[in-house]
């Protein structure tokens, strides 16, 4: 990032003989969400940097004159939570409500918003619904402009460049009026619109026409815009359903979205305008009359289930994977163990340590792991092939068995029983046939290592089964398989192709479940994981072509960019019910085989099952991105017409 004077003006009027004084070399700054990300990126290099985040004169919400005037520095999340804002502008409100997430809403502003002007820029779509007007100022005075006149295309305005936003003015509306919101992005938080459309309705004093209605329409074209002719359409018409149904494909005709917008394509915003300016004016008209029309939305969405289910190895197939372990128990009783299995956060170092306190009876706390660094740990293999539970499991289990052999020898000696009556117990060894004869274990490696001169030790080297298959095809390439299934349940709105998962069973035969928490937690991970791919994360784009590489081919597997890679958000979490199930493993530790990979495996092709149950369209190709899904609808009911079309040119 380039150096650059930073300025903090303790007033407008500062702010405002800086910027004459700087020009376009200066950049306003208010919660800096846009201006910070713009920098880092390089977009651009302001000399000065003008912040005027502290301006607490510009910070206010008041209703004065017939309008709601919003200072430049209210915050989104200022706006979202203002019950004035609420009553008089319930659109705004919403727009501020479904900006980004609460970090990036505490800091951003409305005059940021305006400042930035891009297409989908929310709280300009929630000011364009009430036909607001932006007051600026300059050392030549104050101005009003109207939005149109204010945004003059794609990221640009109309402020002189020693003009500050100072606030905007929205007219509070009269009696029987309602506004509404609607969004589509690539996840329910965190995200720039697709699509998106805001609109106010005021009716006549009966409450059956609509004498005004405004549309706002965002992210489809050059600036936010009005959608004048559904506006037209709808004025003067009884205000019903049936009438907002009628006109709504003229908002898919205002729209006219660039031909090069990443988000999704021309087509797909202009598909779903209509779509989204419909529901803003439904919701506009609900909040009129006090009547919620969004239920009825959802009880029209398209419900499915689908399910899936997968085998997977707990070690590597056909491939040698062992791992070994150093143990040593010390003259305290304490124990250390060594491997290279390394935990990258997995969780498989507590396993390691909960394994080795069961195998020797002493508390967890009494353990500890060291898995750190390759120059003084044994071999292992990687942690791959969520092979660690298993096969660091047992190498523990192998080495904890001569640790224990040392303890039984020790305590043999001391307490003169026979080494095949101990066990261990509890801390203790113990002749388990007269149980009063025991000692204390760390007192036995004590023993062990000052009278009889031995340290109990253990080293061992687990080795699964991983034989290469014969020319035949047979062998024992993997030690041993677990088992995943997932139903998923969902809603496919037929009429924006967005999916959502409604509800999500999954389950795992981990074998044992060494830690419950962790494979809980494995399980949950895997299946948010997993949704994401199934319906937004677009990270190899053109890989699936049967065209051979695209132009934009990306031979590093990385997302042509962080908006495309959109990982699914604590928001976009469905009802989720995980499980596991224990069917031990003879061959593993404790029975245990694994709780790894597998997790994400069947999420997926169960969203995409349960989507072909939904519609009846069967997709290929992941994501199930909205746009997908409503093409495929759109050519599973031409192809519908097909058997007419036979008919008309006398085909049978
Ligand atoms: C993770 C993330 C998620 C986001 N999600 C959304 C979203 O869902 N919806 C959305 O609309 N936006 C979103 N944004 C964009 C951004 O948060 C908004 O545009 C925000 O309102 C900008 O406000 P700010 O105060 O941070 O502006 P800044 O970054 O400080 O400024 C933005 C522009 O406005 C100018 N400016 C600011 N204040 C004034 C003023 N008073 N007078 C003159 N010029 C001024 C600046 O010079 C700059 O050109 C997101 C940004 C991030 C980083």
């Known amino acids: 990032m380039r150096d650059f004077e930073y300025l903090a003006p303790k007033s407008v009027t500062e702010a405002i003989e800086l910027l004459a004084r700087h020009g376009s070399r200066a950049m306003v700054m208010a919660g800096g969400t846009d201006v910070m990300v713009w920098m880092n990126k390089r977009d651009i290099s302001p000399e000065h940097l003008i912040y005027i985040g502290d301006l607490e004169e510009l910070r206010y919400i008041r209703e004065d004159g017939g309008s709601l005037r919003i200072g430049a520095l209210t915050t989104q999340a200022e706006l979202a939570s203002s019950q004035l804002v609420r009553e008089k502008a319930a659109a705004l409100a919403a727009a501020a409500q479904n900006c980004a997430g609460p970090q990036v809403r505490n800091l951003a502003t409305i005059g940021g918003n305006l400042g930035a002007a891009t297409p989908a820029g929310d709280l300009i779509l929630g000011l364009a619904a009430f036909d607001a007007r932006v007051k600026v100022r300059g050392p030549g005075g104050e101005r009003e402009l109207s939005l149109e006149e204010f945004l003059v295309g794609p990221q640009q305005n109309s402020l002189a460049k020693d003009e500050l936003i100072i606030e905007a003015v929205v007219p509070v509306p009269p009696e029987k009026s309602g506004s509404g919101f609607q969004k589509l992005g690539k996840r329910k938080a965190m995200t720039i619109s697709t699509a998106s459309a805001a609109a106010s309705v005021r009716l006549s004093a009966d409450g059956k026409t609509f004498d005004q209605v405004i549309v706002a329409l965002g992210a489809l074209g050059p600036t936010v815009m009005r959608s004048k002719s559904f506006e037209d359409a709808l004025k003067g018409q009884s205000a019903t359903l049936e009438t907002i149904?009628?006109?709504?494909?003229?908002?898919?005709?205002?729209?006219?979205?660039?031909?090069?917008?990443?988000?999704?394509?021309?087509?797909?915003?202009?598909?779903?305008?209509?779509?989204?300016?419909?529901?803003?004016?439904?919701?506009?008209?609900?909040?009129?009359?006090g009547q919620d029309f969004s239920a009825a939305r959802t009880a029209k969405k398209a419900r499915g289930k689908g399910v899936a289910g997968c085998i997977y190895s707990s070690t590597v197939p056909g491939f040698p994977n062992p791992c070994a372990v150093n143990m040593q128990m010390r003259e305290d009783g304490t124990v250390v163990v060594q491997t290279g299995a390394c935990?990258?956060?997995?969780?498989?170092?507590?396993?390691?340590?909960?394994?080795?306190a069961e195998a020797l009876a002493i508390p967890y706390e009494q353990v500890t792991v060291y898995t750190a660094d390759t120059g003084v740990t044994p071999y292992d293999f990687g942690t791959v092939s969520s092979r660690l539970t298993f096969v660091g499991g047992n190498a523990v289990i192998k080495a904890a068995a001569q640790v224990r052999d040392v303890l039984f020898?020790?305590?043999?000696?001391?307490?003169?029983?026979?080494?095949?009556?101990?066990?261990?117990?509890?801390?203790?060894?113990?002749?388990?046939?007269?149980?009063?004869?025991?000692?204390?274990?760390?007192?036995?490696a004590r023993f062990a290592q000052f009278a009889l001169k031995k340290l109990a030790i253990g080293s061992a080297y687990y080795y699964p089964?991983?034989?290469?298959?014969?020319?035949?095809?047979?062998?024992?390439?993997?030690?041993?398989?677990?088992?995943?299934?997932?139903?998923?349940?969902?809603?496919?709105?037929?009429?924006t192709g967005v999916v959502e998962v409604a509800k999500l069973y999954a389950a795992v035969d981990c074998g044992k479940a060494i830690n419950p928490m962790f494979v809980?937690?494995?399980?949950?991970?895997?299946?948010?994981?997993?949704?994401?791919?199934?319906?937004?994360?677009?990270?190899?784009?053109?890989?699936?072509?049967?065209?051979?590489?695209?132009?934009?081919?990306?031979?590093d597997f990385m997302p042509i960019d962080l908006e495309s890679y959109a990982l699914a958000t604590s928001m976009d979490?469905?009802?989720?019910?995980?499980?596991?199930?224990?069917?031990?493993?003879?061959?593993?530790?404790?029975?245990?085989?694994?709780?790894?990979?597998?997790?994400?495996?069947?999420?997926?092709?169960?969203?995409?099952?349960?989507?072909?149950?939904?519609?009846?369209?069967?997709?290929?190709?992941?994501?199930?991105?909205?746009?997908?899904?409503?093409k495929a609808l759109?050519?599973?009911?031409?192809?519908?017409?097909?058997?007419?079309?036979?008919?008309?040119?006398?085909?049978?």
């Open 245 to 289: 149904d009628k006109f709504r494909f003229l908002a898919g005709g205002d729209a006219c979205p660039s031909p090069r917008a990443r988000r999704a394509s021309a087509w797909y915003r202009c598909e779903v305008a209509a779509v989204l300016a419909a529901r803003a004016v439904e919701d506009a008209l609900g909040a009129a009359i």
């Open 343 to 356: 935990d990258i956060g997995q969780g498989s170092t507590t396993v390691l340590t909960q394994m080795t």
């Open 409 to 444: 020898q020790a305590a043999s000696a001391n307490l003169g029983v026979p080494i095949d009556n101990l066990i261990l117990e509890a801390g203790m060894v113990r002749d388990k046939y007269d149980p009063e004869r025991a000692m204390p274990i760390g007192g036995a």
């Open 465 to 495: 089964k991983s034989s290469a298959p014969d020319e035949n095809m047979q062998g024992e390439p993997i030690a041993s398989f677990y088992y995943h299934a997932t139903v998923a349940e969902v809603e496919v709105d037929t009429e």
């Open 520 to 555: 809980e937690g494995q399980v949950d991970g895997g299946a948010i994981q997993a949704i994401g791919w199934a319906l937004r994360e677009d990270s190899h784009p053109g890989l699936t072509s049967a065209d051979g590489p695209p132009a934009n081919f990306n031979p």
């Open 573 to 630: 979490m469905p009802e989720m019910h995980g499980a596991y199930v224990e069917v031990p493993e003879p061959e593993g530790p404790f029975g245990a085989k694994a709780a790894g990979e597998i997790v994400a495996n069947t999420a997926a092709p169960a969203v995409f099952n349960a989507i072909y149950d939904a519609v009846g369209v069967r997709l290929f190709d992941m994501p199930a991105s909205p746009e997908k899904v409503l």
């Open 634 to 652: 759109q050519d599973k009911a031409e192809m519908a017409k097909a058997p007419t079309m036979r008919q008309e040119v006398g085909v049978e």
